[in-house]
């Protein structure tokens, strides 16, 4: 696991998060049309290159298999490469999150049921929702703390 410092955000390494994000998003986020997908995906680039705090898991070859981005104490992105979910990766980032970066508090989509029971699971608790996300759109979105 390794920070990656705005300086060091390459448009090869970004190209290689973006993809994962797509693979990723594909899989978990099911109320989302190819379309919605491809229209998020614009500002995908934009979010990694500008995030605070943008922490990778590679595998051995130094490929990312996952990634989260923090900002202040807010979990802002966790995303796991498909083929790797399930092996403990989302666990290992979010407690390096929680322990090193202090990381109390996230949002996830009320449409994303695996993601809200992992993140309960890890100690999350709702205690806001509102019924559209930022962009306006009718994907109810879950606002968690740590308790």
């Not at 109320?31 to 997908?37: A, D, V």
């Not at 796991?80 to 090193?100: R, Y």
Request: proline share 5%; no cysteine.
């Amino acid at each position: 696991m390794e920070e990656i410092s705005q300086s060091r955000r390459t448009p090869a390494l970004i190209e290689k998060l973006v993809v994962l994000w797509e693979k990723s998003v594909e899989v978990s986020h099911l109320f989302l049309s190819t379309e919605e997908i491809s229209e998020i995906k614009k500002y995908v680039p934009q979010a990694l290159k500008e995030i605070k705090h943008l922490i990778i898991e590679s595998d051995k070859k130094g490929k990312p298999i996952a990634f989260m981005g923090i900002y202040e104490h807010k979990l802002e992105m966790l995303f796991v490469n498909p083929d790797d979910m399930n092996k403990g990766l989302g666990k290992k980032l979010l407690e390096e999150a929680i322990s090193h970066y202090l990381v109390r508090e996230l949002t996830v989509n009320e449409q994303n049921p695996q993601a809200r029971a992992f993140y309960e699971y890890m100690g999350f608790k709702i205690y806001k929702r509102e019924a559209i996300d930022k962009q306006g759109q009718p994907y109810p979105i879950l606002y968690m703390n740590l308790v």
